[in-house]
């Protein structure tokens, strides 16, 4: 089922509440299903099931929502532990669903702001971060990339490891272009231009440009003299020897080292990355896909690249988010703590 149907297709106790009255038609539907990524969407469904059950169980109806029982949800969600962001999340799809079926949010009542007002001045924490990948660590992950595959059968003869081959371009490339998970999942070949100094990364869509209303651009440098350090090499021997023309460039490869055609999710993207970290000796918990843009930006930042240099390539929006990156790294430099002889 595509995410977006259990939003699209809410039940409501009042049809007449529609604001053209009519039911949005097939094509309506479609349309209406591309207004968020599918990612957001899938959360959004998920997150709407839990508010419909819950209303349910406690005697309410969930569309149109009655502010009461969306602060008596976020209520005991607070109660049993729940992080910020995720009852964050569970606004935004509530209020999403009424958005669809044309109905005034009960997420903007005033008794539902003000309790949400306090739950996030009582609970609200600093947020989970993954740890950033960077060198030198992340040269020793890369290097642990299997290059070549060795077969027990003595009939097949070595040849290239594709899978290793795919995950050192998707570490280099992940990192220097700082490009988040989804970027990483939906890159294309088409994306990919030729520039003297490298590549062009041409992104059509983004987190923070999710209607396409414009390409957003990140460089890929040649780098030095070293091939294993450089993502324009590792993307190209991963392209080559996959024999990927077109299309999706990360893609699933079989057990039996032949490139599957079916590109790789968000989610198998941390996977690879967390395994990729084990094998390069290092404790996978606390990394993930967004290391690596993590990584880009302390990096960066601790080899004195400003702020704004940074944004360019993460397309930040914020230079305050920048500053949250580098923060916990920062406080170590010229710090009078590390100077004591302890």
């Given at each position: 089922?595509?995410?977006?149907?259990?939003?699209?297709?809410?039940?409501?106790?009042?049809?007449?509440?529609v604001?053209?009255?009519?039911?949005?038609t097939?094509?309506?539907?479609?349309?209406?299903?591309?207004?968020r990524?599918?990612?957001?969407?899938?959360?959004?469904?998920?997150?709407?099931?839990?508010?419909?059950?819950?209303?349910?169980?406690?005697?309410?109806?969930p569309?149109?929502?009655?502010?009461?029982?969306?602060?008596?949800?976020?209520?005991?969600?607070?109660?049993?532990?729940?992080?910020?962001?995720?009852m964050?999340?569970?606004?935004?799809?509530?209020?999403?669903?009424?958005?669809?079926?044309?109905?005034?949010?009960?997420?903007?009542h005033?008794?539902?702001?003000?309790?949400?007002?306090?739950?996030?001045?009582?609970?609200?924490?600093?947020?989970?971060?993954?740890?950033?990948?960077?060198?030198?660590?992340?040269?020793?992950?890369?290097?642990a990339?299997?290059?070549?595959?060795?077969?027990?059968?003595?009939?097949?003869?070595?040849e290239?490891?594709?899978?290793?081959?795919?995950?050192?371009?998707?570490?280099?490339?992940?990192?220097v272009?700082?490009?988040?998970r989804?970027?990483?999942a939906?890159?294309?070949?088409?994306?990919?231009g030729?520039?003297?100094?490298?590549?062009?990364?041409?992104l059509?869509?983004?987190?923070?440009?999710?209607a396409?209303?414009?390409?957003?651009?990140?460089?890929?440098?040649?780098?030095?003299?070293?091939p294993h350090?450089?993502?324009?090499?590792?993307?190209?021997?991963?392209?080559?020897?996959?024999?990927?023309?077109?299309?999706?460039?990360?893609?699933?490869?079989?057990?039996?080292?032949?490139?599957?055609?079916?590109?790789?999710?968000?989610g198998?993207?941390?996977?690879?990355?967390?395994?990729?970290?084990?094998?390069?000796n290092?404790?996978?918990?606390?990394?993930?896909?967004?290391?690596?843009?993590?990584?880009?930006?302390t990096?960066?930042?601790?080899?004195?690249?400003?702020?704004?240099?940074i944004?360019?390539?993460?397309?930040?929006?914020?230079?305050?988010?920048?500053?949250?990156?580098?923060?916990?790294?920062?406080?170590?430099?010229?710090?009078?703590?590390?100077?004591?002889?302890?």
């Amino acid at each position: 089922m595509d995410p977006s149907d259990a939003l699209v297709h809410a039940p409501s106790s009042d049809p007449a509440a529609v604001a053209s009255g009519y039911p949005l038609t097939p094509d309506e539907v479609d349309y209406a299903g591309k207004a968020r990524s599918v990612n957001t969407l899938r959360g959004y469904q998920s997150d709407w099931s839990e508010f419909t059950n819950w209303c349910t169980i406690h005697g309410f109806d969930p569309m149109p929502a009655d502010p009461a029982a969306v602060s008596q949800y976020l209520t005991e969600l607070a109660r049993h532990g729940a992080k910020v962001g995720t009852m964050s999340r569970r606004l935004a799809a509530i209020r999403f669903a009424h958005t669809l079926r044309a109905l005034p949010s009960p997420t903007d009542h005033a008794r539902v702001t003000v309790v949400w007002e306090g739950i996030r001045r009582t609970h609200n924490a600093e947020p989970d971060q993954s740890n950033p990948l960077m060198p030198p660590e992340l040269f020793d992950v890369v290097d642990a990339c299997p290059i070549t595959k060795v077969w027990k059968a003595k009939k097949r003869a070595p040849e290239p490891d594709l899978a290793g081959l795919r995950d050192r371009a998707l570490l280099l490339v992940g990192f220097v272009a700082a490009l988040r998970r989804s970027e990483l999942a939906a890159l294309a070949v088409e994306d990919i231009g030729e520039h003297p100094n490298g590549l062009v990364v041409s992104l059509p869509r983004s987190k923070t440009n999710q209607a396409g209303d414009r390409r957003e651009l990140v460089v890929l440098p040649r780098g030095g003299n070293d091939p294993h350090r450089s993502p324009v090499a590792a993307l190209t021997d991963w392209l080559e020897h996959s024999n990927i023309t077109s299309g999706l460039v990360f893609r699933a490869v079989s057990k039996g080292n032949r490139v599957l055609d079916r590109g790789l999710n968000p989610g198998s993207i941390n996977t690879l990355i967390q395994q990729a970290v084990a094998r390069g000796n290092l404790d996978p918990a606390g990394y993930s896909a967004h290391s690596l843009r993590a990584g880009f930006v302390t990096y960066a930042h601790l080899r004195g690249a400003s702020d704004r240099a940074i944004a360019h390539q993460t397309r930040h929006r914020s230079l305050a988010t920048i500053g949250g990156y580098v923060r916990i790294h920062e406080a170590w430099t010229d710090n009078a703590a590390t100077q004591l002889g302890f």
